[in-house]
């Protein structure tokens, strides 16, 4: 067992090292960080200032010493700053992590909460009507692609019958109480392909127990 868990670990850290270095390496065959950098600069940026913005990225070293750099850096915490803002990146990770813990848990809300009892009930029905509405609600939650999902509820519910808002949280200052319609259709989106999971999981399950 232990040399299993050993081996799983093993595989999954190179997984990961092989990750992102193809990230890396993908980032960089992009185009020059230093184009964006040099931006407010204008098309006159001087050879000098140019070999300064390379120095200072570490494009002067070869691609894989970059790597190794970015990662060392990336394991003690350091992500580095925004090429945009120069604002470090893992502060906007900890701004912007509030809402999107508070989607993830509500879309993981949502698909328990509808995914078990609905995967129960179409399971104790078999054949039934219920049965047939719990099946289709997870095969078209499973096939429906989210992105097309997101837009149609959006087309629907926030521009043709203008019931919930499409984007934000709510800015600074609403409440909680306040900010609960705008994560209705954000977490229904999000939730239900995990739901119809839920729901197929739970069934096959009961299934086999009556």
Known sequence: ???????????????????????????????????????????????????????????DKPLIVQYFIWLGRALKGDLGNTLFTERPVIQLLKEKSGATVQLALSAWLFATVVGVPTGVLSATNRGGIWDYIGRAFALFGQAAPQFWLGIMFILLFAVKLDLLPSGTKGGLGVPLSGQLKYFVLPTIVMGWAAAAGYLRLTRSAMLEVL
């Open 1 to 59: 067992m232990a040399r299993f868990l050993a081996r799983r670990f093993l595989f999954a850290l190179l997984t990961l090292l092989a990750a992102t270095m193809i990230v890396f390496t993908v980032s960089r065959l992009t185009g020059d960080p230093r184009a964006i950098y040099a931006r407010p600069q204008g098309y006159g940026i001087s050879p000098e200032y140019y070999e300064a913005l390379g120095r200072k990225l570490g494009l």
